[in-house]
């Protein structure tokens, strides 16, 4: 083991199974070790570096904000979180954002913001009180964030057993299934539907059109609030500027994270007219939300993703699959865009290791292996990852 790696062994607390690679530097979609080696980096920093390792205009967006005021609080105006909030607003059709630093983080925003539009609403017709409906369905297999509340909308047991009591208010329900979601919200408690159009962590699921659709037109129906969760499908990753643009469906909150930060931290929780207005001074907040050199990145990365760059990343998912579907050793192949899942005969932690002995850096989402490549990867540095990848599958 490095000197660096017993460091950290010994010092940073083990919520980690790290592998054996000190990361240095790296460029594009190129990450260099500490012993010399170069991978191709096909998990992007979990989707993270959308664009890559030090890509050049999005470090000059943040060195040049950095050089200029890197923090103010929210209690004054900055330029780069205005426009970064606008931009989203105008590239989706949501009304207002409000900025965190993560994506569990934009997830709490949601839920508050599911929960006081219920609130506001039973309070307005109950002047004698009594308690507004406050269930929010999510689906099994969903993730959707590590504090004690986004823990338990996420609908995976395994993840809540030591860490019990959780948050009440939450209902989890089989993905794609209509009727127990038409069933969950009649419910007289229910007040808001959130998923992931493609679950990420739960493996690379990809929700039915129809099941997408009918979230959209329940919660439509009975004035509910419907919660996107994008943290990792935005940002271009599933070759829309968000996944939902996909389903033809128009959510009332998104939330995203991820690749919006490029590598900074930084969480959006968008809202579309119907909850625009449910915060207010004193309803939420952050110190570090709406940062200024993270919001310049991620007003970089925005407008660099024009039809014609998603266009590209639906080119290269498309060649991904023509190479992965049908090869030996791999069962079949989901997500969009560049967000895949590879369903392999060998298990999935055993081919991302030796894909890491070949140079290549894939991830795992449950059974299967997950690539979020950087969305710019050259064809020729993705045809080479692949090669290993084929290999490993083997
Ligand atoms: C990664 C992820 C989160 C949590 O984001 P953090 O930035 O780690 O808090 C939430 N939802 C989804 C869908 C994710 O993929």
Redesign the pocket.
């Known amino acids: 083991m490095s000197e660096i790696a017993q460091t950290d062994e010994a010092y940073v607390a083990h919520a980690y199974a790290r592998f054996p690679v000190e990361i240095v530097s790296g460029k594009g979609a190129l990450a260099l070790s500490a012993d010399g080696r170069t991978y191709i980096d096909m998990g992007a920093g ?1 989707g993270v570096n959308a664009f890559g390792y030090a890509d050049p205009v999005w470090c000059q967006a943040v060195s040049d904000q950095l050089g200029t005021v890197q923090h103010t609080s929210n209690l004054y105006f900055t330029e780069p979180c205005a426009m970064l909030a606008k931009a989203l607003c105008d590239r989706t059709g949501a009304g207002k954002v409000f900025f965190g630093n ?4 934009a ?1 709490e925003c949601a839920i508050k913001v599911a929960r006081k539009y219920a609130s506001d609403k039973w309070n307005a017709a109950h002047p004698e009180g009594g308690q507004a409906p406050s269930t929010i369905i999510t689906l099994e297999n969903s ?4 504090t004690l509340t986004t823990l338990a909308a996420t609908g995976q047991d395994h993840f809540h057993e030591l860490f019990k009591p959780l948050t009440p208010g939450f209902m989890h329900i089989p993905a794609n299934d209509i009727a127990a979601l038409e069933a969950a919200c009649d419910l007289p408690d229910t007040c808001a539907v959130m998923i ?1 159009c493609v679950q ?2 739960g493996g690379v699921n990809v929700l039915s059109e129809e099941f997408v659709a009918c979230a959209s037109q329940f919660t439509r129906e009975r004035d509910m609030v419907l919660i996107i ?1 994008e ?2 499908t935005g940002n271009g990753r599933t070759g829309d500027l968000y996944a939902y643009m996909g389903y033809g469906i128009e959510p009332d909150v998104i939330t995203t ?2 690749g919006l930060g490029a590598g900074l931290p930084i ?1 959006a929780c968008l809202m579309w007219s119907k909850v625009e207005d449910v915060i207010q001074p004193g309803d939420h907040g952050s110190t570090f939300g709406g940062n200024p050199v993270c919001c310049a990145g991620a007003l970089s990365v925005i407008e660099r993703l024009t039809d014609e760059f998603l266009a590209d990343v639906r080119a290269k998912s498309a060649h991904i699959r023509e190479r992965l579907e049908g090869a030996e050793g791999i069962e079949g192949i989901s997500g969009a865009g560049l967000m895949i899942g590879i369903s392999t005969v060998k298990p999935a932690a055993d081919v991302v290791k030796t894909c890491i002995d070949g140079g290549v850096l894939c991830l795992t989402a449950k059974n299967k292996v997950r690539l979020l490549p950087p969305l710019n990867i050259p064809d020729e540095v993705l045809d080479q990852a692949l090669d290993v990848i084929l290999e490993a599958c083997k």
């Open positions: 979990i993560s994506g569990a983080e997830n993730f959707h964030g590590r992931e990420g962590e969760d943290v990792q994270a991820k969480g």
